[in-house]
């Protein structure tokens, strides 16, 4: 067989595998927007049988000899950047992490953490994290066990091993280099507001405005950014996602709350920006690495461009602000540019994650980010989880509290077994400030863009130096690329330090 | 291994390509319903993929060797009417069927009626039956070779061998027996109401009616007839259908034409049919035979039952009447009960069968099987089909045809292949014909409960004697069963000149 053959072969066998796979994605947006109750069962059924189709054809000793066939022919990968040479890179990673589990561990993870989730589901209505215990303890115990399977560097620790399943290249060490600096100074910058006299305006969020009036306007804004509607739907669900496999067909989705207008457009363009990523990725490398989005940092990196770079800014405002009228009538009669500006950018101390504004929620990150290393690591207990979690609730953004349904058992995630995954959001913020200062520079008058509604110029530059390359470049590398510097701090800081100066009165 | 295990293996495997089979049906709605236009090239794979994989699966030589171990042990099938019996008889029939064609023919079948289907859909639009002529010979060739493959019996013709896949049992000996007497009655029955000097009204029909207000009202009803919304939806789509392979979730679809609220309320109720069908088969069975609706025309039937049987009858007006000010408001002041149930039984020879009312419905059908059963045969020449085609409509219903666009070219079925097919329609009409009469006897009161909206007592009764038997009978089977007698043109017979009579004063 001649390496062009095996190459050809393999790339025929992971395409279908993905074009399964995509199957499978369109299912559970099904299932979260469509499905009437009565189809859980079936559904169930259906996604399970997928899971185990395409695992079985990824795993299959086939694969690992094409695939060692490829990798014999040095000319395939000479050029480390072309796109067999990426395929490659990433169907080696994907393959060696989907076989080192042994079969059995894999089916014990996916029995615990399925009982774990509804122990959870239960608990955190009882608001009794003793029932949740063991459960947490077990899903505890199989990640350690995974983590030795997968394997970590050396000076490494198992959270690594677990981490880079979500971000492939993120360790401990390079989460802890950027986080220190930032939870100093967010914390400082959150100290700061909280004694702060100034206070922003929050009427405008706190109106009451019909939901097909929300609809019609996030609609509009999400298609004004650059959202293509003939390549993606808009849909509800009560917790928003963005999904679609093929630049062709996204579908997101989002939420109305009748009394709180920027709850549905921050859902919208948060989506919208994973949206406009997935539709940006290069078609014709579809179903394969280099036609993939490179991670989870990277991808809510550009969700939270478009949230919060552009959605929460004075410009995005000055455009937005005179289209209001158009969808709400005299209900925002009487609101003027400034106030409404101002009710994007409340930040108050919270204890809800997924709630959390612009400033607290990577705080929120962190304490989740410390604290499931110290499990990993076996330096906490499952048993002093509570305690801990509500200790740094108070150091860190000076909120008690009341029970563990809102405190340690508000995610979803420990339950279902994921640990190292909750970074990905706070990388995601610091890759958006860091490129969106690039984007800037590059672009030259992006504001004023921004404010004349010229998203076009920011979604191009988008697309080209981040889109296009689908996995070409790893996070940190492409960082690299893209800003010249690695990962770093500063820019979100800079950012939130320059908005909210002005808005508090700092 | 012991027989058992055999018939387990078998019905795991069985179950799961049943499994595989339903998300494709799931892609294929939504690619109708909601599915944006960029999306149609990732669909397209993933439902060839997806029937490649079933297929495969389920001619796979295991799947033969499993059937042989079963069917040797005499006990699994002592009893044909138990599960597993039904199971082997008609799982054997389906790989028989499967196996019996060689994979080139399928493929290249499925290539030239590919083809054929964009031919016909350009010389339709260019009203050239001439371009289309080249495609149709091709398909009238393979589907000959099909049938020489699959074979038929002593005294029966290749068309047999066609209709057989789509259902079970039908010959053209067997469609003429009943075809006869109805075509002579109903020829009989249209010449006269073209000369009756009594009209009823078609003035409700031509109402403008909101297309959200229609919307509402056909949830309604459709609700109040008995299909369960908590295990199904109703959506849009430009061709109205259902499907669904678990009775937890039946999607179905509608359309709306704001002149024609007639339109909507007939697609609503004739989906509806299908839909309680769906959701009335053996829960426990779904995935095997056992749990499977029995054919093509008894489907039919259960959507006839509903649209025609019921939704044009005097009583089921009397129950609707009084509603619809609920949803026309004022639009609808003014007409009586009687003016609305006449403009749902309108009689009028046209030249388009999926817009034909209950009486001529049957003629289109009746030409389309002669016309193909001849050409089948080799007695047409595909370059005569138009001019038997006009002769014919100009006999039995009286319609001068204008061109083929509007005459032979109507139709998509015979550009995909599919001869063999259009008899299980007016199949289907007599089946709910013949059924209906059976419930009512059974019922006694049945007219008095509709006149009162109290559908549960029908409903009940097709759940018992239709539905939850699955395929545990073949049709011609269940009418006996059903019914105490073969299937004849009798009922059907009586229903429509029972209606027409009165309504047209002959």
Not at 123 to 134: L, Q, S
Not at 141 to 168: F, S, T
Not at 226 to 233: A, T
Not at 460 to 466: R, Y
Request: with cysteine; aromatic share 10%; charged share 25%.
């Amino acid at each position: 067989m001649t390496t062009e053959a095996a190459y050809s072969e393999l790339e025929r066998r992971c395409r279908e595998i993905h074009l399964l796979g995509s199957t499978a994605g369109l299912l559970a947006w099904d299932q979260e927007t469509m499905m009437p109750p009565g189809g859980a069962e079936q559904r169930s059924g259906q996604l399970a049988l997928l899971a185990r189709l395409t695992h079985e054809q990824f795993t299959s000793p086939r694969i690992g000899e094409l695939l060692a066939r490829c990798e014999s022919e040095a000319k395939l990968t000479a050029d480390p950047l072309s796109p067999p040479a990426v395929n490659l890179r990433e169907w080696r990673y994907a393959y060696d992490r989907a076989t080192k589990l042994p079969p059995a561990l894999v089916e014990e993870f996916a029995r615990v953490t399925s009982k774990a989730k509804e122990a959870w589901k239960a608990a955190r209505k009882a608001k009794d994290f003793g029932t949740f215990r063991p459960s947490l303890e077990q899903t505890i115990a199989l990640n350690r066990r995974r983590a030795e399977c997968w394997g970590w560097a050396d000076g490494g620790e198992p959270w690594d091993a677990l981490a880079d399943g979500y971000e492939p290249g993120m360790t401990a060490a390079s989460v802890l280099a950027v986080f220190g600096p930032l939870r100093e100074r967010l914390v400082a910058l959150i100290g700061r507001i909280a004694e702060a006299r100034r206070r922003p305006s929050d009427r405008f969020r706190r109106l009451h405005l019909p939901a097909a009036q929300q609809r019609a306007f996030v609609q509009f804004v999400s298609e004004s950014i650059g959202f293509d509607y003939r390549r993606g739907r808009l849909d509800e669900s009560a917790h928003p996602f963005c999904s679609g496999s093929h630049p062709g067909d996204i579908r997101m989705t989002t939420r109305f709350h009748e009394d709180n207008v920027n709850d549905a457009l921050g859902s919208t363009m948060h989506e919208s920006g994973h949206g406009i990523y997935n539709q940006g990725l290069p078609v014709e490398h579809n179903g394969t690495p280099r036609g993939r989005s490179v991670s989870l940092a990277i991808h809510e990196s550009q969700s939270r461009t478009w949230e919060n770079q552009v959605g929460r800014s004075r410009e995005f405002w000055r455009w937005c602000h005179p289209h209001l009228a158009n969808f709400f009538g005299d209900a925002v009669a009487g609101f003027g540019e400034q106030e409404v500006y101002e009710s994007a950018n409340m930040v108050e101390p919270s204890l809800i994650r997924v709630e959390a504004d612009e400033a607290t929620y990577n705080l929120h990150i962190m304490i989740r980010f410390e604290l499931e290393r110290a499990i990993v690591r076996g330096d906490l207990a499952a048993a002093d989880l509570p305690g801990e979690w509500n200790a740094r609730y108070r150091d860190y953004l000076g909120v008690e509290v009341p029970d563990d349904a809102v405190g340690c058992m508000q995610d979803i995630h420990w339950s279902m077994g994921a640990m190292g995954y909750f970074p990905t959001y706070t990388l995601g913020n610091l890759y958006a400030a860091q490129f969106f200062e690039a984007a800037a520079a590059a672009i030259g008058d992006l504001p004023a863009r921004i404010a004349a509604g010229d998203f076009a110029a920011l979604k191009k530059w988008l697309n080209a130096n981040i889109h296009a390359h689908g996995q070409r470049y790893r996070s940190a590398d492409l960082c690299r690329v893209v800003t010249g510097k690695p990962l770093d701090a500063e820019p979100l800081m800079r950012h939130l330090e320059g908005k909210f100066g002005p808005l508090y009165g700092l």
